[in-house]
């Protein structure tokens, strides 16, 4: 059955309402975002001899939350522009504007009474066939069911996003007891293909999957804490990126979140799950409810388990002493276990060795991993029929780069048993079977498809929905053709290649230029389209610093300038190859990252990339072709007369201010994405898919090798005018020195030189003026010292 979404309704505009509105309205969805309207007038309104009939203040609770949730950092929306496909009112004056929506959303408060009074209005007004879903992460969804109609219970069920909306990736569909089979078909599939997210089917039990199983980790976590006599910051550095999970880890996650939050799930947990065999765990240690009394909440109340202070104009870090429940100085932890994992980039290949670690981090990861291991082993079939539903739900909802049973799988079956009967935690009855009937793993891979031990068969089951996406980790061995130590080559299937960045943080170096040039060789001799494109976090962080730098110092710039030539010449093969050239960005995509994107025959963007030309903070301009195109670009949207120098202008600030999009959206508004040309894609894993489908399209078309442009440069009019900007801005104290020096350089590349009037110039004029230019720069004293405190403390330097 075909369902268009052209119009959904919120019900309920607080901090998840507002975001889940703002998500819709980021993927083309009109929103009617509806809140109560408020008993009294506030002081302003007041003011304003305002009453409360007028609308201004029947909408101010609405109004307020969006206008703040807009604001908010990091951003709900991709582009300020999309929130104007959002339109505000309340439950009582347009409640029954929700006869024309397709799906109606209710986000209130976790409270049965409010939930089935709203429910009871959405009755009077809904025209039978609309969805109905709720954002409850715990009331059970036969409360909410009675007293309604049957069309009602058989459209709906709990939406469950993961806050914040946009960013994190889990949405857990738990279909009503009546709710027809083709209701969650549709939500599952249009959760995984229109929102961007990772759809998980759950089962209507408490905190259903990502948070019985993520608050059992914390609420484990925060006993474990006091036994080994571990710190705040010892447990963060365990339980951050050295085992693929955010920064913020574990305790400057809950205080991003809230210790009322997580406490508010971990009761609700204790209360409704009374044959959990980890039951006592969820009861609350004494310190959480001492920091609850004190009202420690996180960021919210200033302080949690950190707390940032100012003294004498300077900004330092406290943390929290679990035992003294006293602030002080944060300590830096380490551990000899970890110092093990330094020289292993690929994260699940160092499970291994954190558990065999003879210190402390060692006997912690003994501990935490039998404990998990041994609780989610039991949540099966309570929570869930299939075991990689758990792993997809912590991945995508609490950022973990592996799930529990991933990890148990690199760990070893055998080694996690003996973990487990190591702390007494008996082993599941299935999980004996499993072994006994040959399988000795969770998970295989075969012919690039990625199977599960499904428990009721007994045997390795295709996990659905996987024809959408092209896995690059699933693919990597059977379908190389070339590699070295800094990239890989696959070939998808149908003639198109594809070039994957295997650098750390995928910078890009000598190898990965020799990948791009040797992909682009092949494609032009026997093959038909190459597409750049990876599934680590980020694109690209551009350039390697620490080359360049070490270069520069030891001055050998006849083989820096080689090397710049290299990156040039590269770059402008992707535009000028005879096959087409797709690069697919996502995460971070900086620098020559950027310069890549900026020169693909099409972009095949994910929503969440972050895209720009950051080296202005580095002492440098761009060198890898990104001025030149920058300057080309300007020069496409050239008019006579004086928006000629505007439309520079704007150009030469992007890189000046190192601008970088904090959407894929908004770097069409950069001119680093082209309307009509390239394209945004909300879910990352269908990407690769996505980028090779219209591979195949622009090669069925008929591609055919573009030809060299001729620019249009201002020469001195245009220099004239940016240096003095730029003596302006150095006078007025707004830049340092060596700011209107790198300004001056930039400024110099784009005019063209101090030619006497406009004139067409060749794109490798450009590129020449801006090789001399960034070596310039290399040779400043100031820039290295820019580079080398960036290379330090991965900040950058004003000097």
């Known amino acids: 059955m075909k369902r268009p979404i052209k119009k959904v309704a919120v019900i309920g505009s607080g901090i998840m309402g507002s975001g889940i509105a703002c998500h819709f309205a980021n993927v083309g969805v009109e929103v009617l975002l509806l809140d109560i309207i408020p008993r009294e007038l506030n002081a302003s309104e007041k003011a304003k001899g305002l009453t409360l009939e007028d609308k201004a203040v029947r909408n101010r609770l609405v109004n307020d939350s969006l206008k703040a949730a807009l604001k908010s950092k990091p951003s709900p929306i991709y582009n300020k522009k999309f929130a104007d496909r959002i339109s505000t009112g309340n439950l009582e004056d347009d409640i029954s504007k929700i006869k024309d929506v397709d799906w109606i959303i209710e986000v209130v408060v976790e409270r049965l009474d409010i939930k089935q009074l709203v429910f009871e209005k959405i009755e009077k007004y809904r025209k039978p066939g609309t969805l109905v879903s709720s954002n409850t992460s715990g009331i059970p969804i036969q409360f909410m069911n009675e007293g309604r109609s049957e069309d009602f219970q058989q459209h709906f069920a709990v939406t469950h996003f993961f806050n914040p909306p946009r960013y994190l990736k889990l949405f857990e569909v738990v279909p009503g007891p009546n709710c027809k089979q083709e209701v969650t078909d549709f939500l599952m599939m249009y959760g995984e293909k229109f929102l961007g997210k990772t759809s998980v089917l759950a089962k209507d039990t408490p905190a259903f999957i990502g948070n019985r199983v993520g608050i059992f980790g914390i609420m484990s976590l925060f006993h474990q804490v006091k036994e080994l006599g571990l710190t705040v910051e010892e447990v963060d550095k365990l339980t951050g990126p050295v085992i693929g999970r955010p920064k913020s880890a574990t305790f400057r996650t809950v205080d991003v979140v809230g210790l009322d939050t997580l406490v508010h799930v971990a009761n609700g947990i204790y209360e409704n799950c009374p044959n959990d065999e980890a039951h006592e765990l969820f009861k609350l240690p004494d310190f959480i409810n001492k920091m609850m009394e004190n009202k420690w909440l996180g960021s919210k109340t200033k302080q949690g388990f950190y707390k940032r202070v100012v003294e004498n104009g300077k900004k330092s870090i406290l943390s929290l002493d679990l035992d003294t429940l006293e602030y002080r100085p944060s300590k830096k932890a380490k551990f000899a276990t970890l110092e093990m994992t330094k020289t292993i980039d690929n994260v699940i290949d160092r499970f291994k060795i954190l558990v065999k670690g003879k210190d402390k981090a060692g006997e912690f990861y003994r501990k935490n991993f039998a404990a998990m291991f041994g609780y989610v082993q039991n949540r099966i079939p309570e929570i869930s029929d299939e075991l990689y539903r758990l792993d997809d739900a912590m991945k995508a909802g609490f950022g973990w780069g592996h799930g529990p049973f991933q990890i148990w799988d690199a760990i070893g079956i055998e080694k996690g048993i003996e973990l487990m009967q190591a702390e007494n935690i008996p082993v599941a009855n299935w999980i004996t079977e499993m072994l006994k009937s040959g399988n000795q793993s969770f998970y295989t891979i075969k012919d690039g498809t990625k199977y599960y031990y499904a428990i009721p068969s007994k045997k390795q089951e295709k996990i659905p929905g996987q024809d959408s996406f092209i896995i690059l980790d699933n693919i990597r061995e059977t379908k190389t053709i070339w590699s070295n130590s800094e990239a890989v080559i696959q070939h998808l299937g149908d003639g198109i290649l594809n070039v994957e960045f295997r650098s750390k943080m995928n910078t890009i170096g000598s190898g990965v230029i020799q990948a791009i040039n040797k992909g682009i060789d092949l494609a032009e001799q026997e093959y038909e389209a190459v597409i750049i494109g990876n599934q680590a976090p980020n694109f690209s962080v551009g350039a390697n610093l620490a080359m360049v730098f070490m270069t520069a110092v030891e001055q050998e710039y006849d083989e820096l300038g080689f090397a710049i030539k290299a990156f040039q010449d590269t770059v402008m093969r992707l535009r000028y190859s005879s096959i087409p050239t797709i690069v697919a960005p996502h995460g971070m995509t900086l620098g020559g990252g950027c310069e890549m994107t900026l020169h693909a ?199």
Do not use: W
């Open 601 to 799: 025959d099409k972009v095949v963007a994910a929503a969440e990339s972050y895209i720009g030309l950051v080296e202005f903070g580095v002492g440098l301009l761009p060198g890898g072709a990104g001025t030149k195109e920058m300057t080309l670009r300007a020069a496409e949207t050239f008019k006579d007369g004086d928006v000629e120098l505007n439309r520079l202008r704007e150009h030469f600030l992007a890189i000046a201010m190192a601008k970088v999009s904090t959407s894929a959206h908004e770097a069409f508004d950069l001119d680093i994405l082209k309307p009509g040309k390239d394209i945004v894609v909300v879910n990352r894993d269908r990407q690769i898919a996505t980028a090779k489908r219209y591979a195949l399209q622009m090669v069925k078309d008929g591609y055919t090798q573009p030809t060299p442009q001729k620019v249009k440069v201002l020469g001195k009019q245009a220099l004239g005018m940016f240096l003095v900007g730029t003596d302006a801005m150095e006078k007025g104290f707004y830049i340092s020195e060596h700011d209107k020096l790198i300004g001056n350089k930039i400024a110099y590349v784009m005019s063209g030189g101090d030619l006497s009037e406009p004139t067409y110039v060749s794109e490798q004029y450009l590129l020449d003026l801006e090789r001399e230019a960034f070596l310039s720069l290399l040779t400043e004293k100031k820039t290295l010292q820019r580079i080398e405190h960036t290379l330090k403390t991965g900040k950058p330097l004003r000097n």
